[in-house]
């Protein structure tokens, strides 16, 4: 079946279509074009996103985006639009003003295409789910994707992928008991994963997500948002050993997490040790910002690894499956790869937990159409359409 899936919960306006099939059993995707319009140019000189400033860009950006993705070769034509069987849009968690507008985009398409189209459907997607489906893109062979990116005009403020192939054919039965890490701006959750149709949230961020955390350690280092990725590269230039941040909840024997008290210690190392009359004027060439950095960076992923790897040993889990912003942090993959000897994004077998580590290529880390669409197909295959309403603080349901 082919879906039309829309994503707007944040800062990234995202449609993709993608041929599904195969059933609960062996899902199977290929991605027939897929694009996305960033707004951080937009959102940046504010050091965050601006909720009506991402509402206002989303409603100009969708029907570009669209138009590149009926434009491109390798995907439907206009006259074939009416081909398109199901219509998946996220309707939670996220920014209501920013998720109406992909709703009233979808709900208006839905509308118009139903009258000759009687058997689409229009599926409300929950954006987590999306990113807990994602390693369903990742596979031994095939990737990472070999992608065409152009420009599509500097108001766009992003990258239209014009090309983008890829099918799923992981050997999924041999997955589970799986534990999948959820890391992002918003979010930081651990599930057990049991299979494609059933989880269990072990623990979850009871103050600010990790990837928060990044961004506002990074705006006190005077680094421009999003944080996350300005971390990543300024730590490697610093030791992460330098300075012993506290690792809050490591110890502790359930799996939550907590990241305002490392973000408060940062806070406090660098009043305490930067001249008050002075800043760091370029934190780029600063040996200094370097090792806070790492040492931040170090300390607040050795959490993640740390609950990972603890849980993995107490559910038996054959696999890790990492996913959402912060599963780019390629410190992140490393310590994760680190902690299964040997396993890699491709499932290769590790031998000290006994289990491979999977997480999607880069493209599908950060919020986009591709997973709004599998997540929806997964999503009619379980039966679980829901109201096609924003709803701003949806949460990841146990199945």
């Given at each position: 079946m082919k879906i039309l899936a829309i994503e707007t919960s944040c800062d990234e306006t995202a449609l993709a279509l993608l041929e599904a099939g195969g059933g609960i059993r062996s899902p199977k995707f290929e991605i027939l074009g897929s694009a996305i319009a960033s707004q951080i140019p937009i959102h940046r000189p504010f050091g965050g996103v601006v909720p009506n400033l991402a509402k206002r860009e989303h409603i100009k950006n969708l029907p570009i985006v669209l138009e590149q993705i009926l434009g491109s070769p390798t995907s439907l034509r206009k006259s074939d639009f009416l081909r398109i069987d199901a219509i998946c849009v996220t309707v939670g968690p996220g920014l209501e003003p920013a998720l109406w507008t992909g709703i009233e985009f979808a709900k208006k398409l839905y509308k118009e295409f139903k009258i000759k189209n009687k058997k689409l459907e229009l599926i409300g997607t929950n954006h987590l789910e999306g990113h807990l489906y994602s390693f369903l893109l990742a596979q031994k062979t095939e990737f990472p994707i070999s992608n065409f990116s152009a420009r599509v005009g500097s108001s766009f403020g992003g990258q239209f992928s014009k090309k983008s192939k890829q099918k799923s054919q992981l050997p999924i039965t041999k997955l589970f008991p799986a534990i999948a890490l959820i890391v992002s701006g918003g979010h930081t959750i651990l599930l057990r994963m049991d299979s494609l149709t059933k989880w269990k949230k072990?623990?979850?961020?009871?103050?600010?997500?990790?990837?928060?955390?990044?961004?506002?350690?990074?705006?006190?280092?005077?680094?421009?948002?999003?944080?996350?990725?300005?971390?990543?590269?300024?730590?490697?230039?610093?030791?992460?050993?330098?300075?012993?941040?506290?690792?809050?909840?490591?110890?502790?024997?359930?799996?939550?997490?907590?990241?305002?008290?490392?973000?408060?210690?940062?806070?406090?190392?660098?009043?305490?040790?930067?001249?008050?009359?002075?800043?760091?004027?370029?934190?780029?060439?600063?040996?200094?910002?370097?090792?806070?950095?790492?040492?931040?960076?170090?300390?607040a992923l050795d959490v993640l690894v740390k609950k990972t790897e603890r849980a993995v040993k107490e559910f038996g889990a054959k696999s890790i499956l990492l996913s959402g912003g912060v599963a780019a942090n390629s410190r992140l993959r490393e310590l994760l790869k680190t902690s299964t000897q040997g396993g890699s994004a491709s499932g290769e077998k590790n031998y000290k937990l006994k289990t491979v580590f999977i997480a999607p290529p880069m493209d599908f880390n950060t919020d986009n159409a591709v997973m709004i669409g599998v997540a929806g197909y997964m999503s009619m295959l379980r039966k679980k359409n829901r109201r096609i309403t924003a709803q701003g603080n949806m949460g990841i349901f146990i199945q």
């Open positions: 072990l623990g979850e961020t009871r103050d600010d997500a990790v990837g928060e955390s990044f961004d506002k350690v990074a705006k006190m280092l005077g680094l421009p948002y999003p944080g996350g990725p300005e971390i990543q590269k300024l730590a490697k230039k610093g030791n992460p050993h330098a300075i012993e941040f506290p690792r809050p909840m490591i110890h502790d024997k359930n799996y939550d997490f907590s990241y305002s008290g490392l973000k408060t210690s940062v806070l406090y190392y660098l009043r305490d040790n930067i001249d008050p009359h002075k800043s760091i004027s370029n934190p780029y060439e600063s040996a200094f910002a370097a090792d806070v950095a790492a040492s931040f960076q170090e300390a």
